[in-house]
């Protein structure tokens, strides 16, 4: 199983990007699919959750608003479309599947991702 996020970058304050999270190696469109995020210093935190057919979503406060988790299973994709970003932001971004239904927690995730940068700058 191989989750592969790519996307990240460098941004000024309310600027915007897309994440984007290809998976193989498992049946992607029985898998609930996460984002998360851990800041320097920080705990990984959850952002955003979407279940297998892409109609229940649950996000952080802090992202509510500004940030659309979607995805595609044709393409095997998740996709996190930030919007409107700010420099609290900035934390490394990891995709997560879940054999079970939509979790909020890292607990109940069965594979993740490696990562991508998210940068945002004032």
């Known amino acids: 199983v191989q989750l592969q996020a790519f996307g990240g970058g460098a941004v000024q304050a309310g600027g915007s990007l897309r994440l984007s999270c290809a998976a193989s190696g498992l049946a992607f469109s029985s898998y609930a699919m996460g984002w998360f995020r851990q800041a320097p210093g920080k705990e990984r935190e959850f952002v955003a959750t979407i279940s297998v057919r892409g109609t229940t979503t649950y996000y952080t406060d802090s992202v509510k608003g500004r940030f659309t988790i979607s995805r595609d299973n044709g393409k095997n994709t998740v996709y996190l479309q930030m919007n409107s970003l700010k420099p609290e932001d900035t934390a490394v971004y990891y995709c997560?599947?879940?054999?079970?239904?939509?979790?909020?927690?890292?607990?109940?995730?069965?594979?993740w991702g490696q990562g991508t940068q998210v940068t945002v700058s004032s």
């Open positions: 997560a599947a879940s054999r079970l239904a939509v979790r909020t927690t890292s607990l109940g995730y069965d594979y």
